[in-house]
Nanobody
Framework: VQLVESGGGLVQAGGSLRLSCAAS????????IAWFRQAPGKEREGVSY????????YYADFVKGRFTISGDNAKNTVYLQMNSLSPEDTAVYYC???????????????????WGQGTQVTVSS
């Protein structure tokens, strides 16, 4: 089982990036998938969640209206389209896959069994 993120990079404030999370070894439609991020000196925080099979998505308040999560079943890949980026969005972004039946918060870390290695997003002012 593997998750591989890509698409990070350096962008100016107001710009956009699209992150990809390619899954192998399992079908992501059978899992809950989330994006998290961790900035230097800060705790990891949940960004967005998708249960693609049921068309269900959820966003942290600080990205609502700017980020969009989606999935491509044929490619077994989840995307995070990030628009109107600000320096506060600078972080390492991780995707994670876990149980769709977990009863806690969408962003509870214990829900997620598999994590990618992360991709760096840097937004310059």
């Amino acid at each position: 089982v593997q998750l591989v993120e890509s698409g990070g990079g350096l962008v100016q404030a107001g710009g956009s990036l699209r992150l990809s999370c390619a899954a192998s070894g399992f079908t992501f439609d059978d899992y809950a998938i989330a994006w998290f991020r961790q900035a230097p000196g800060k705790e990891r925080e949940g960004v967005s969640y998708i249960r693609r099979k049921y068309g269900m998505t959820y966003y942290a308040d600080f990205v609502k209206g700017r980020f969009t999560i989606s999935g491509d079943n044929a490619k077994n890949t989840v995307y995070l389209q990030m628009n109107s980026l600000s320096p506060e969005d600078t972080a390492v972004y991780y995707c994670a896959a876990g149980s769709p039946h977990y009863s806690g918060s969408y962003f509870d870390a214990p829900r997620y069994d598999y994590w990618g290695q992360g991709t760096q997003v840097t937004v310059s002012s």
